[in-house]
């Protein structure tokens, strides 16, 4: 596997204040992001996301750990130009224009003038902010600054593109956006890793995912694998069972909602396809049964996760 970015074993401890006791942000936390995926960064408020993308991007030193980018160490320079990052909270000059901030970033990423251009032009349209390009930013709504930090992220044509939290501040429509824009993104080839809360935001969007809870992983991998069910096996019938003609099931197997299926633990399954098939049903297939990302989070990490800020 090619990999984009790796993280390991990385430990941070934000210094106390105030003497209040040192905050552990990190403990030991892992990643890894292999080219052209979109990766999840996942966990509740307080997890470590924000520090461990910080850390990434040289924005916070770690205590220990390796990061590595594009085979290089992460501090390197020329591998860290090939990042494009939108931090949490985009923070912008107001009295500037979307246009004058892209020209800014441009020569700081040492872009000519005739591709910031170009490029801004581009990128204003993508991000949907066309028409406001060169007003002052002053009366900008939060999901237009948030474009703008997109548009920002995306100026030097970044292989790897780093979000925290991309859909903060967008309206649904904007969130769809969002989606497709990153959907187009993985098309071109450009290798995704975004930080999130939001469950359907990964599921919809990411392939793989590293679930973190208090600054460790609690899951990681490719989605469809972790939200397959080891342990759970859902039977598919032709059409639901006529009124009358249920076949009692052993408990805990249970009709789905559509009750065009059955959901059976491994050790019942044989025990429910004989009752199913004795009973007239017909049988379409078996297969491991999909959690929904909700359910998986709440299982790893259950309903207790993070510091509830
Ligand atoms: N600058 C800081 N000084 C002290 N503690 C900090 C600082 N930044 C983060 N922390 C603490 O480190 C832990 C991890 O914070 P972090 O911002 O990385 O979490 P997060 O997963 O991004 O959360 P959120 O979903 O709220 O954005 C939290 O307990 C937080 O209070
Ligand atoms: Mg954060």
């Known amino acids: 596997m090619d990999t984009v970015l790796r993280v390991e074993d990385l430990h941070k401890s934000y210094p106390s204040r105030w003497g209040r006791p040192p905050r552990v942000a990190l403990r030991g936390l892992e990643l890894e992001v292999p080219r052209g ?12 996301k924000t520090t461990t993308l910080k850390a990434v991007m040289g924005l916070v030193r770690p205590d220990r750990g390796r990061i590595s980018l594009f085979g290089s160490q992460g501090s390197d320079p020329r591998a860290r130009s090939r990042v494009g990052f939108l931090p949490e909270q985009p923070y912008f000059e107001l009295y500037l224009t979307p246009r004058k901030i892209l020209r800014y970033y441009g020569r700081l990423s040492g872009m000519s003038e005739e591709s910031i251009k170009a490029r801004s032009a581009h990128l204003l349209n993508l991000v949907g902010l066309g ?13 237009m600054l948030q474009r703008v930090g997109l548009a920002q992220a995306l100026l030097a044509e970044p292989e790897l593109l780093i979000l925290d939290e991309p859909s903060t501040g967008l309206d649904p429509l904007g969130k769809i956006e969002v989606r497709d824009l990153l959907n187009d993104l993985r098309r071109s080839g450009v290798t995704v890793l975004l930080s999130s ?9 990411c392939d793989r995912v590293a679930v973190i809870s208090e600054g460790r992983n609690v899951a990681s991998g490719a989605l469809d694998e972790l939200l397959r069910s080891r342990d759970e096996f859902l039977v598919r019938l032709a059409a639901p069972p006529p009124a009358g003609r249920e076949p009692d099931l052993p408990p805990p197997a249970a009709w789905a909602d559509d009750r065009t299926g059955v959901v059976v633990p491994r050790e019942a399954l044989g025990t429910v396809l004989r009752r199913l098939l004795d009973a007239g049903l017909e049988v379409e297939g078996v297969g491991p049964r999909r959690m929904s990302l909700e359910e998986f989070f709440l299982e790893r990490v259950g309903r207790s996760g993070g510091d509830g800020k």
């Open 37 to 48: 995926g979109v990766v999840g960064l996942l966990g509740p408020n307080g997890a470590g």
């Open 131 to 143: 028409e406001v390009g060169d007003l002052t930013m002053e009366k900008f709504s939060k999901g």
């Open 197 to 205: 809360h939001q469950l359907s935001e990964i599921e919809e969007i």
